[in-house]
């Protein structure tokens, strides 16, 4: 674990901080700092971890700073939040600084609003998080109207970020890059929290409006008539999928051991029954990278939800180790839907071009244990992505077919830069080279597929990606029947026995975190799941 003083100090051994040439150190001058945060949803979903988790942090540490909610919500009113629009709505509200949490996606779009705020209010400082902010370094930071970038996690960060605004902290903003009044860039590094319960639970207060969470969208494929609420039991994922932003912050974090993390199973559940209580949640969402990271966490987890918490709710896993005991004991804990990708039916494209080396087989026998033990299966598919060829994309359709999940979801491939896959892109010439407002529902919300990288005729044409894509999106529309209907399929054995690992806690995540993908973790878990 690493504390807040040893993150900081991991970072100090830089060039000297050139303080007369911020822009920003001790502008603010008043008692209380108003803060602004905001994101962008082109997907119409309302609440945004990050910001949560930050929020609840500030509130915690630094009661003199007045956080305000204001994010871009165009599938709303796209008149009331175009960027002009938008940016008077930020100026009514008189910030002292506006944070925005990016996901790589969304930049192009969100570069207009940007330009606004600082047409508007040349002396908003504008900081920039997320995955755009951490993978794209350069990129963001060059904007122009950027003063600054979160380049790890936040929570630390835009602590110190109020603390330089208001002059109480001299030196650097520690986790951030300043851009300086002569358009130098001073660097620090990212920070890494290890330790999760050095921070408090996200605030979800946040996201509430006067009506409480009635008039809130916070899940895009939960229940209707119900409050759901995505929640995390931690953050990382050991694998090293090719086109995951999950690749290169593996590969850059120091200490391998803490890049696994959750909360403590007791800890968690009891926060579960208070944001129950205090909401009326009636189901959750775990929108962990991988619920399946800890399997000392989710054996201990799974018990005590089921006799405390006893709400539906969904996971993120993968396939290969969903079998039969698993399933039966996350149904039991009331296990409602399994999230797990499959990204392209074609076995070997999968393997080499992805990274993700399961069989066909292992996705079929993974989404039959989940039908038996009365789970719903909703399934991630990636299309247009780097040498994929017609063939390709057909087998993706025709393995979904063959399980036909409840919720069969397809999207359009989306470079992020840092990533081998993006490294592959740029390397093969298929990059574009102008601006493109991306995002991952757009293509079937518009009803037009369009390639998100140059063409490659001889490998698949912009006719071909388009009409498999519509194939994709018929079957999406006549198969989908992800139900919430209150009974629940009865499992009869609910046996769940599990091996004791040797390792403690902390050694075991450093290996499993160490180990290669074939093999490797999926063998251990494997061992522990034993069917």
Known sequence: ????????????????????????????????????????????????????????????????????????LILRDSEEYSPANYARTIQNLKPDLIAFSIMSPHWYPMEPYFAELKQLMPDLPVCIGGYQAMLSQEQTIENPNIDYICVGDGEYAIGNIVEHLKGVKKGPVDGMWEKLNDGSVYKT????????????????????????????????????????????????????????????????WKTKK????????????????????????????????????????????FEIYKDKVRLPFSINSRVEVMNEEFCRTAADAGCHTIWFGIESGDQEYRSKMLGRKMTNQQVIDAASNCKKAGINRLTFNIVGMPLETADNMKETLKLNRTIAPEHFFFFPYIPLRGTPLYNTAKEEGLLLTHKKNLHYLSA??????????????????????????????????????????EEKTVVEDKSFNLVEAEAESTEQINSLVAQEQKGGLVETVKNIFRS
């Open 444 to 485: 079937a919300n518009d009803r037009t597929f369009t390639l998100n990288m140059k063409e490659r005729p001889e490998l698949l044409t912009a006719e071909q990606y388009n009409d498999i894509c519509m194939e994709m999106l018929e079957f999406q529309e006549s198969n989908n029947r992800l139900t919430y209907a």
């Open 1 to 72: 674990m690493n504390s807040k003083a040893e993150i900081i100090a991991a970072s100090s051994g830089v060039q000297l901080y050139p303080q007369h040439k911020s822009r920003y150190f001790g502008s603010v001058s008043k008692e209380k700092l108003r803060l602004v945060f905001a994101f962008y949803s082109p997907d119409g979903n309302e609440i945004a971890m990050p910001i949560a988790s930050m929020a609840a942090y500030l509130k915690r540490d630094f009661p003199w700073v007045e956080v305000v909610l204001e994010p871009v």
């Open 189 to 252: 590094e990212p920070h890494q929290i290890g330790d999760l319960e050095a921070l408090p639970f996200p605030d979800y207060e946040i996201f509430s409006k006067q009506d409480g969470f009635e008039d809130v969208n916070s899940s895009i494929f939960g229940p209707q008539g119900k409050l759901v609420l995505p929640v995390m039991t931690g953050r990382g994922c050991p694998y090293r999928c090719t086109y995951c932003c999950n690749t290169p912050i593996l590969e850059g």
């Open 258 to 301: 803490t890049f696994l993390r959750k909360y403590q199973p007791e800890a968690m559940v009891e926060e579960l029954i208070r944001l129950r209580d205090t909401y009326g949640v009636g189901y959750f969402e775990f929108w962990d990278e991988l619920f399946l990271s800890n399997l000392k966490f989710v054996r201990a987890f």
